[in-house]
């Protein structure tokens, strides 16, 4: 840390740097960046599957948004694009 605080960096923002590191590396921090993920991932494939069933079938855009964002799981999300694929 004396080589961090040398001069270049003051001390606030070495001891910013290690604490911001210890979050990013604890078990609480890394779960919730696992299911942020996960939500990006449904996010993404309720767009894909709207969008998919617009072009294809025409159907009205916010009925189907409204219905396929009811769908809260991961797996079923993605065996209904499998199936369309």
Known sequence: MGILAGGKYAAEVVYSMIRREMVMQSPVYQEWVKEERIEAKIEKAREDICKFMVR???A????????IGQISSLEILDKLMEDWN
């Open 56 to 58: 294809r079938f025409g």
């Open 60 to 67: 009205d855009p916010d009925e189907i948004t409204q219905k």
